[in-house]
């Protein structure tokens, strides 16, 4: 089992900035992609931001330029920094991680709990 545990969110001001974090730990070998997503409530989950374990990274159009993220490989823990935010930024921000098992390599995705991020105009 792997547990991710998300951090950061918070009440920011339109123009503000807040840094999310996401650490991963239990029965890692290894981690491929993870992500950030984002749900308001009756609406789908919606991708943010998404980096592989080669840094490769692709963004929603709605944050590129304003967003970005980062991972500590040796952490487990991967980042948003977010800036310029706007009140339509305002959601539970959610991440998720690809994880290799140390036990028997199965590869499965794991979400977090979310954090909420409210941008008050």
């Known amino acids: 089992q792997v547990q991710l545990v998300e951090s950061g969110g918070g009440l920011v001001q339109a123009g503000g900035s807040l840094r999310l974090s996401c650490a991963a730990s239990g029965n890692i070998f290894s981690i491929n992609a993870m992500g950030w997503y984002r749900q308001a409530p009756g609406k789908l989950r919606e991708l943010v931001a998404h980096i592989t374990n080669g840094s490769s990274t692709n963004y929603a159009d709605s944050v590129k330029g304003r967003f970005t993220i980062s991972r500590d490989n040796p952490k487990n823990t991967v980042y948003l920094q977010m800036n310029s935010l706007k009140p339509e930024d305002t959601d539970v921000y959610y991440c998720?991680?690809?994880?290799?098992?140390?036990?028997?390599?199965?590869?499965?995705?794991?979400w977090g709990q979310g954090t909420q991020v409210t941008v008050s105009s």
């Open positions: 998720n991680a690809e994880s290799v098992s140390d036990n028997d390599f199965r590869v499965d995705l794991y």
